[in-house]
């Protein structure tokens, strides 16, 4: 179940980014995935007429399965809790209650 969304703070719990700390740019849904800002690939770029070759960042998709919420004052990772008052609903964080 898909419970993030774009400007979440996250951290990655497994991989090689394990413990890196950023937020949401997108989430791809179809292939349950996020890209995260801070989390990039390096990729070799052959040059051509338009633009020259080289080493660039791209940004690299992860499961959503890799990665938590995170609490910024806190410092603490923590599932999410979708609570329904009436026709509203609140996101908060189960450890810190603290709402998003």
Known sequence: MNTFKKDDQVIVISGAHKGLIGKIIKVLPKSSTLIIDGLTMKKHVKPT????????????????????????????????????????????????????
């Open 49 to 100: 007429q338009n633009s020259q070759g080289g080493i660039k960042d791209l940004h690299k998709a992860i499961q959503w399965s890799n990665v938590m919420h995170y609490s910024e004052k806190k410092k603490m990772k923590s599932k999410l809790k979708v609570t329904v008052n009436g026709k509203t609903k609140t996101r908060s964080l189960k450890k810190t209650k603290e709402d998003l």
